[in-house]
């Protein structure tokens, strides 16, 4: 390109940007130079020392990759972590990793092709841990690499993982504890029960909705004949036949009325006709004879009818088979009643010896047999299909069965009214999401700790034959109590914990550990204890990466003074089931071992679904990986479109979404685009740290308007509401674009400096607000415009602050309604905004006639008057829905007044008729122009175009045409903005020669017959 300016400052100049910016090249590149520059490291070490901001992380399962949904916690996270280093905050960064657990076997077990859970035992704990291990690790490298691309800045490669032996023993402590205050109790219970996992599973973990399915199943209609009334049978319906075997009894509500018909009881309807008709508690202590009397299991059984108030009216024959092994109220009847127990099946769900026909089948399997038994025997009345909701594993997705096991339990009495009154002081957002722990408070159970699996948290519990529970509380405790086998204990886990046997406290003998490994729940939820050093006496410096953990993580243990620092989190954020999940257990965990919450505020966001509003699954082929997503997007996009999610409802994500938001950011890309251009142009160079002192009103709007966005944003990240920075900053950039550049183009042509600083000042604080949204985009701008200051957006701390004068936005925003109304008047005439018009008359809008200039400039226009509108014809008609009720009888009068135009207007567009006084919203009003005007308005602010044409106008009007023509021929022929031009035109025009040529960079101008341009 050909300069107009000394070659000496070009290389001071700023570095052109591309027309659109290329998101994913752009990130890869800041990414690197973070990287080069220690951008992170030094921003730590800038806020070193400075005022604490504690954020604990809630760790991600490292099991797989990270899929979008992990994205948007991710990114508000991150925001807010970022935010608050840019005031200076001093902050932990660590992110944690879940390691254990049934996450991770169930995917292991798929990997190696293991069915069941003698499959494993088959294949080795030793080695199935190891390649427990080798998974959590492979995935441990992966989200971490994803994460960052993602923009998240968390101390990498000192992350907390939960299966480290020092998290461990810190639960281990917790159990302890728990232990010490008589809350550990083995229950025998009715549970739900994985048959493929093989094991329980507790309340918290399968409450989701997603964790039930509409599922088809049986629905049988069978008969129990009653022993000492021949003839007479109870009916009763079931949806799960294999829970028959295991009958021993029939529930009738006791206040209901039953009726006989055909030789069968069952709920009496109001319509029904019946041979007899009893109450339920009549039927109480019948005796009947059961489906299956004649399997061994059954022996000895009797089966009679018991009361149940619970007995459900609007389902079934109001009559209830009861099989207290199969099912939790079953079960719980069983005890009120002394109800024999059967429990039918075995862990993989397959039915146990003494079932006669039915040993070893599936309880699915067997369906078929046990109808067609039942048929041949005459009990069957009736027998179809139902499609209801049922429980699924929450894990593998097998629908779930009821059996009656021993499980490990904490006792949550206790801690029920203290964790209510800490949520109190909470503060949620949104802040319905308190309520919601509330509920869950309220009506959570005794947690279920112990899980019948192997690569999990070691339950450190050891029961003696004499009675006592011992429960070992660290691994020192461990080492000194152990009667052997701690020389091939080589960390904390199946097989090797279970070689070691102790010594009983109370009577000296042998003790081993009960085989069940821990809740899940359990390991993240110990994380504000174990990774902030509680009651650690010395800090150990990599000390927390014990056991499986070790060579995974630098991460220190630090000392109890620390966690004193640290403890509790100003912050945490998960998604919103995370209620029950980890915000749960990490609440119980820290009330038991410090009495108190271990977070003071908390943020939780829903779901992500498609663009269309549909799930994300695989199998649809409409989930969106995450590395995908920022290949195609933009990690800023990704971002962009989770932190404008109104976090109380799903978000609709996808590329379509993206689009829409590239298009509102491409104009801070071409704001910043525009400054580079003329600033190059211009030869204008900004210094740090000067600020514009520019009296001219729209640097002074544009220096105030900045103001306002700081302050916007300054709330939006203070209150946690991501969307209310992506609006401020949208409607800000639109402002700047829009009004500020747009207004100033003249100014930057002419190389004014006073704009070029305001347009850069603004721009510089604007990247600063956004940064922790748009950490990319945002540093690749700064690098460009930011010539001799912070090199990057990062260290540069929260934006200066600005005078927002207050008065000043209010006086341009009325000047933009004004131009905006004149521009719908406009439109409404049909004459281009190219052809000047004479005259705008304006009323209702005095307070911005000293903006009088820009408005004629801005609608082409010679000049605008404030006054009355005398232009139009006002319309006015009641709004009957409102002032039918208040005016009765007096509407016809006041209809008729105001259709004779005979009425006063008075003050904010109310209205005087008929000694009536009536205010906006109970008039429909509707201004037209008058012949030869075109008028606009609302809110009680009227325009009104003159438009009325001649020959001095028109003449003007084509003159316009030709520069606007010129310029596209300019542009066409390939000419770079700043070169000049020879410009023919025809020789009417000549007249407007001086202004055509010095918009069109005409260096000479010729009279010809058609405009011609040629290179000067
Ligand atoms: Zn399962
Ligand atoms: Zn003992």
Redesign the pocket.
């Known amino acids: 390109m050909e300069s107009l300016f000394p070659v000496d400052t070009i290389d001071r100049m700023f570095k052109p940007l591309p027309s659109v910016p290329d998101h994913p090249a752009l990130e890869r590149e800041v990414l690197e130079r973070w990287e080069d520059e220690g951008t992170f490291q030094r921003l730590r070490e800038q806020n070193a020392g400075g005022p604490r901001f504690s954020f604990i992380d809630g760790p991600i399962t490292a099991n797989g990759p990270m899929g979008v949904h992990h994205a948007w916690g991710r990114t508000l996270k991150d925001v807010f972590q970022r935010y608050q280093a840019a005031r200076g905050h001093d902050q932990r960064y660590q992110n944690g990793f879940d390691c254990q657990g049934l996450w991770v076997e169930v995917e292991v077990e798929k990997q190696l092709g293991l069915n069941s859970k003698r499959e494993i035992e088959d294949y080795g704990l030793a080695e199935f841990a190891e390649r427990c291990k080798e998974r959590v690790a492979k995935y441990v490298g992966l989200i971490a690499e994803q994460s960052k691309r993602l923009g998240m800045w968390m101390d990498w490669g000192n992350d907390y993982l939960t299966f480290s032996d020092t998290n461990i023993e810190y639960i281990w402590r917790f159990l302890k504890e728990c232990h010490r205050r008589g809350w550990l109790y083995k229950g025998h219970r009715s549970t739900q029960w994985c048959p493929r996992c093989g094991t329980s599973l507790s309340q918290h973990e399968q409450a989701g909705e997603e964790n039930y399915r509409e599922l088809e199943h049986p629905s049988l209609y069978v008969r129990f004949p009653l022993g000492d009334r021949p003839g007479e049978s109870l009916v009763i319906w079931t949806t799960t036949p294999w829970t028959l075997p295991a009958n021993v009894a029939a529930a009738v509500k006791p206040d209901a009325e039953y009726g006989l018909r055909d030789g069968g009881w069952r709920l009496a309807s109001e319509d029904g006709e019946y041979d007899n008709v009893v109450q339920g508690e009549d039927l109480v202590g019948l005796e009947y004879e059961g489906p299956f009397d004649d399997l061994p299991a059954q022996e000895g059984v009797t089966h009679r009818v018991i009361p149940w108030d619970e007995v459900a009216l609007d389902e079934g024959t109001g009559i209830v088979h009861i099989a207290p092994g199969a099912g939790a109220e079953d079960f719980e009847l069983s005890r009120v009643h002394g109800l024999p127990v059967l429990a039918p099946i075995d862990e993989s769900g397959r039915f146990l010896p003494g079932y006669g026909p039915f040993e070893g089948v599936s309880t699915d399997g067997a369906a078929k047999a046990i109808v067609e038994a039942l048929d041949e025997r005459g009990l069957l009345v009736e027998a179809g299909t139902i499609v209801h909701r049922y429980p699924i594993c929450w894990r593998c997705k097998t629908p779930l069965l009821f059996r009656v096991v021993d499980d490990w339990f904490i006792s949550c009495d206790e801690l029920r009214q203290p964790l209510l009154d800490a949520n109190d002081e909470v503060a949620w957002t949104p802040p319905q999401y308190k309520k919601r722990m509330d509920d869950w408070l309220r009506n959570m159970g005794d947690w279920n700790i112990s899980r019948k699996r192997y690569f999990g948290l070691p339950l450190p519990l050891y029961p003696?034959?004499?009675g006592?529970l011992n429960v070992i509380g660290s691994r020192a405790e461990l080492e000194e109590r152990a009667t052997g086998g701690l020389e091939q204990l080589q960390e904390l886990h199946r097989p090797w914990i279970d070689e070691i046997a102790i010594r009983?406290e109370?009577?000296g003998?042998e003790?081993r550990r009960i085989p069940e490994v821990g809740d899940a729940w359990l390991d993240a939820g110990i994380v504000p204890m174990s990774t902030l050093g509680w009651e650690n006496p010395e800090w150990i410096p990599h000390g927390y990466g014990t056991g499986a953990a070790r060579g995974l993580t630098g991460a220190d243990l630090p000392d109890h003074a620390y966690w004193e620092q640290w403890f509790p989190a100003d912050w945490v954020s998960e998604s919103r089931e995370q209620i029950r999940l980890w915000f749960y257990s990490i609440s119980v965990m820290s009330m038991t071992l410090a009495g108190r919450l271990p977070y003071r505020a908390v943020l939780t966001y829903e779901r992500v679904h498609d663009e269309h509003g549909r799930e994300m699954h695989k199998s649809t082929g409409n989930a969106i990986e995450a590395n995908e997503a920022f290949e195609r997007m933009g990690a800023d996009i990704v971002r962009w479109q989770f932190c404008a999610q109104n976090p109380s409802q799903n978000i609709n994500f996808g590329y379509g979404p993206a689009d829409e938001v590239k298009r509102r950011l491409l104009k801070l890309w071409l704001s910043a685009g525009y400054l580079v251009t003329f600033g190059n142009i211009g030869g204008w160079e900004p210094e740090w740290g000067t600020r514009p002192t520019s009296s001219h009103a729209l640097d002074r709007w544009l220096m105030a308007r900045t103001g306002e966005l700081v302050v916007e944003a300054e709330s939006a990240y203070e209150r946690y509401w991501t969307p209310a920075l992506t609006t401020a900053f949208e409607a800000y950039i639109e402002d700047l674009s829009n009004w500020y550049i747009r207004r100033s183009r003249r100014r930057f042509w002419d190389g004014d400096t006073d704009a070029f600083l305001t347009l850069w000042w603004a721009l510089v604080q604007a990247l600063r607000a956004v940064a922790p949204v748009l950490p990319f985009l945002s540093d690749h701008l700064w690098r460009t415009l930011v010539l001799d200051g912070p090199d990057s957006v990062h260290l540069a701390g929260w934006p200066e602050e600005a005078d927002v004068d207050g008065s000043l936005l209010e006086e341009m925003a009325e000047v933009r309604r004004v131009v905006e109304l004149g521009r719908q008047a406009r439109s409404q005439s049909g004459i281009k905004l190219r052809q000047p018009l004479r005259r705008l008359v304006v009323q209702g809008a005095d307070g911005v006639q000293e903006h009088a200039g820009e408005i004629a400039e801005e609608l082409s226009v010679k000049e605008v008057e404030f006054g009355p509108v005398e232009a139009t014809e006002l319309r006015v008609k009641p709004n009957l829905p409102v002032l039918g009720p208040k005016l009765g009888k007096e509407l016809g009068a006041v209809r008729s007044a105001l259709e004779a135009g005979d009425f006063e207007e008075l003050e904010g567009g109310h209205l005087r008729v008929n000694g009536h006084e009536l205010s906006p919203d109970e008039v429909l009003v509707e201004r037209r122009g008058k012949e030869g005007w075109a008028v606009a308005g609302e809110d009680g602010l009227t325009v009104a175009l003159d438009l009325q044409l001649d020959p001095e106008l028109e003449l003007e009007g084509r003159a316009r045409e030709v520069i606007h023509q010129v310029n596209s021929m300019r542009k066409e022929s390939g000419l770079a903005i700043t070169d000049r031009i020879v410009l023919t035109l025809p020789p009417d025009l000549l007249e407007h020669e001086g202004w055509i040529a010095r918009e069109t960079l005409a260096e000479r101008v010729e009279p010809g017959g058609e405009v011609a341009i040629e290179k000067a």
Do not use: I, T, Y
């Open positions: 003696c034959d004499c006592e009983c109370s009577c003998r003790a």
